[in-house]
């Protein structure tokens, strides 16, 4: 995932920032508008770190976010394996609110 894409879900990815750096505000995140070379800046002033260190806790970060995504995906898939399983048994479905997409 590039950084384009990751700033243009920005929004989505806000919770998950504040989570992983527990210094960082959702202020913080808010202001920085997923703008790269401003989250490198506010990770180096809050946690007192050189710019190699923050650029490779972005990377994690991001490396974490696609990994999420693709179990979330997969969650999904096999949800409606299921589902489908169960109905094509003619069991009745017993359904609880359904997975988000929250990535």
Known sequence: ???????????????????????????????????????????????????????????DFKKTIVQLKKSNRQLIQLQKSLHSKHRANGKPVRTRSPLRKTL
Do not use: C, T
Request: charged share 30%.
């Open 1 to 59: 995932m590039n950084w384009d894409r990751m700033e243009g879900q920005w929004k989505q990815h806000r919770g998950k920032a504040v989570h992983h750096w527990g210094k960082l505000m959702s202020d913080d995140l808010a202001a920085i508008a997923g703008k790269y070379e401003q989250f490198v800046g506010r990770l180096q002033e809050r946690y007192g770190i050189a710019k190699e260190e923050a650029d490779q806790q972005i990377n």
